[in-house]
């Protein structure tokens, strides 16, 4: 299976500053890469989609893919201490989606 | 939006016994579920993918004959867990595809306990 690769963490941030999370995926076919935030004994939830090369914003979030280095990452601004979760990266391949292993954030006050 | 409902939502079983768990697409055609198994501290691992009207594909170390997926409907999925030992225990998700929903929806997961 293709896999996908996140640092475990756990990222601690203080309030109000920026995290950065970051995924890389093994499988160059590739086309659409997805963040997940996911608490504890919770079902995944959809927090951005990507698709092309470059940034997408949306709101606090930007999403950053490179796939000539098959890497893609997520940007929080301005982080709360509800954003404490464990984010997802997720990869489809043939299309499945695979997920990586997680980033657990810890946003403190 | 796209929702899918899954039920239920924790269940407790006893070793050897059967459990059933079902998605229901509640506003679009779920032309395709992937089903997920999640241990603690881990992530989501896929199990199998399902075409309505078609016999499910596994991925590799999934016992099919343990694990029975049936997609009868477009908007009905199920997974049976038969036999059930306490290394089944573990939280499972399905997730669907189709038209009328963008991407992947996923279901609020199962919590499934053997004892």
């Known amino acids: 299976q293709k896999e996908v690769e996140q640092n475990s963490g756990p990222l601690s941030v203080p309030e109000g500053a920026i995290a950065s999370l970051n995924c890389t995926y093994s499988d160059r076919g590739s086309q659409s890469f997805f963040w997940y935030r996911q608490y504890s004994g919770k079902s995944p939830e959809l927090i951005m989609f990507i698709y092309s090369n470059g940034d997408k914003e949306d709101g606090r979030f930007t999403a950053q893919l490179n796939k000539a280095s098959q890497y893609v990452s997520l940007l929080i601004r301005d982080s709360q201490p509800s954003d404490s979760a464990t984010y997802l990266c997720a990869v489809t391949s043939t299309d499945k989606l695979i997920f990586g292993t997680g980033t657990r954030l810890q946003v403190f006050p | 939006g796209a929702v899918v409902s899954q039920h239920p939502s924790r269940v407790i079983c006893k070793s050897g016994t059967s459990v059933k768990i079902e998605c229901r697409s509640l506003?679009?055609?779920?032309?395709?579920m992937f089903w997920y198994r999640q241990f603690p501290k881990q992530s989501l691992m896929l199990m199998a993918t399902?075409?309505?009207?078609?016999?499910?594909?596994?991925e590799q170390g999934v016992e099919k004959d343990k694990f029975l997926i049936n997609h009868a409907s477009l908007t009905l999925s199920t997974l049976t867990v038969t036999s059930a030992h306490p290394e089944d225990s573990s939280f499972y998700i399905c997730?669907?595809?189709?038209?009328?929903?963008?991407?992947?929806?996923f279901g609020s997961g199962t919590r499934l306990t053997v004892v």
């Open positions: 506003d679009f055609q779920a032309t395709t």
């Open positions: 997730s669907a595809q189709g038209a009328g929903a963008t991407g992947y929806t």
């Open positions: 399902s075409n309505e009207g078609s016999k499910a594909t596994y």
